[in-house]
T-cell receptor, first 115, second 116 residues
Framework: EAGVAQSPRYKIIEKRQSVAFWCNPISGHATLYWYQQILGQGPKLLIQFQNNGVVDDSQLPKDRFSAERLKGVDSTLKIQPAKLEDSAVYLC?????????????FGPGTRLTVT | AQSVTQLGSHVSVSEGALVLLRCNYSSSVPPYLFWYVQYPNQGLQLLLKYTSAATLVKGINGFEAEFKKSETSFHLTKPSAHMSDAAEYFCAVSESTAGSARQLTFGSGTQLTVLP
């Protein structure tokens, strides 16, 4: 079974530029999560999708971050414009469902550096 | 609101020695608790989870953790450290939200170094 795929793996941009990350979850996984992991901290949930609908985006800075999962499969996370404090690893995870019995599987992450 | 505190951002042990990584949680309802491991440049991998069944949970790679409600703790242990255990370890807690979707709140992580 293929794991969660993310691209790009690394991205360096200047502040005020825009950037997009892509995630392809494990086949058949209905739930998709985006996390932000700042250096020295644990991952923080940004947004959770169930199929193509948003379950929770309460911690997503909506003035600059957006995410979509149009066909209920892969997803993109966008930052526009980027700030220095957005430098972090962005992790995508997927699970079969939303219950705790469903394990979350994580991708390798995209490391973003904003200069 | 749920939260997790991991005591010690860095832990060093000798190869063959006991590994003990500490985690304390705060939760307004009976929690589900997890330990994840993250190797460099990789995503998180689930080591083990507590879901209100047995309080002593066994996971992969010889790790285990014990849920102690009175101490609000869920410490991770391994009797004998191996060089391959060097990684960052995250404790996480999960509660039900209004939509019944359980979400994870992570601690800040503990970097484990294994010395030869």
């Amino acid at each position: 079974e293929a794991g969660v795929a993310q691209s790009p793996r690394y991205k360096i941009i200047e502040k005020r530029q825009s950037v997009a990350f892509w995630c392809n979850p494990i086949s058949g996984h209905a739930t998709l999560y985006w996390y932000q992991q700042i250096l020295g901290q644990g991952p923080k949930l940004l947004i959770q999708f169930q199929n193509n609908g948003v379950v929770d985006d309460s911690q997503l800075p909506k003035d600059r971050f957006s995410a979509e999962r149009l066909k209920g499969v892969d997803s993109t996370l966008k930052i526009q414009p980027a700030k220095l404090e957005d430098s972090a690893v962005y992790l995508c995870a997927s699970s079969r469902g939303t219950g705790t019995s469903y394990e979350q599987y994580f991708g390798p992450g995209t490391r973003l550096t904003v200069t | 609101a749920q939260s997790v505190t991991q005591l010690g951002s860095h832990v060093s042990v000798s190869e063959g020695a006991l590994v003990l990584l500490r985690c304390n949680y705060s939760s307004s309802v009976p929690p589900y608790l997890f330990w994840y491991v993250q190797y460099p440049n990789q995503g998180l991998q689930l080591l083990l989870k507590y879901t209100s069944a047995a309080t002593l949970v066994k996971g992969i790679n010889g790790f285990e953790a014990e849920f102690k409600k009175s101490e609000t703790s869920f410490h991770l242990t391994k009797p004998s450290a191996h060089m391959s255990d060097a990684a960052e370890y995250f404790c996480a807690v999960s509660e039900s939200t209004a939509g019944s979707a359980r979400q994870l709140t992570f601690g800040s992580g503990t970097q484990l170094t294994v010395l030869p």
